[in-house]
Nanobody, 115 residues
Framework: QVQLVESGGGLVQPGGSLRLSCAASGSIFNFLVMDWYRQAPEKERELVATITGSASTNYADSVKGRFTISRDNAKKTVYLQMSSLKPEDTAVYYC?????????WGQGTQVTVSS
């Protein structure tokens, strides 16, 4: 079983930056594919970024060049560095992973981009 706890959300002005963190429990973190998703009001949840156990990354087109996903296996933490934020980035951001036992989600952290 894996527990995920996000932090780092908040209110930021357009063009600003935030770094989200997702702390994971469990002994197999190093091998887990970790995802960041987001869900804006009245919209479907969308995949934002993915990082594999070997640190290969993939991004949604809407965030390429602005967001960076990374991981620290010693801390069992995955990060999402968000820069050049836009109002349309406003959403609840969730980290997620999956194992043979199922798919796991954190509680989410709110990011609001507004002047």
């Amino acid at each position: 079983q894996v527990q995920l706890v996000e932090s780092g959300g908040g209110l930021v002005q357009p063009g600003g930056s935030l770094r989200l963190s997702c702390a994971a429990s469990g002994s197999i973190f190093n091998f887990l594919v970790m995802d960041w998703y987001r869900q804006a009001p009245e919209k479907e949840r969308e995949l934002v970024a993915t990082i594999t156990g070997s640190a290969s990354t993939n991004y949604a087109d809407s965030v390429k060049g602005r967001f960076t996903i990374s991981r620290d296996n010693a801390k069992k933490t995955v990060y999402l560095q968000m820069s050049s934020l836009k109002p349309e980035d406003t959403a609840v951001y969730y980290c997620s992973t999956r194992t043979l036992g199922g798919t796991y989600w954190g509680q989410g952290t709110q990011v609001t981009v507004s002047s």
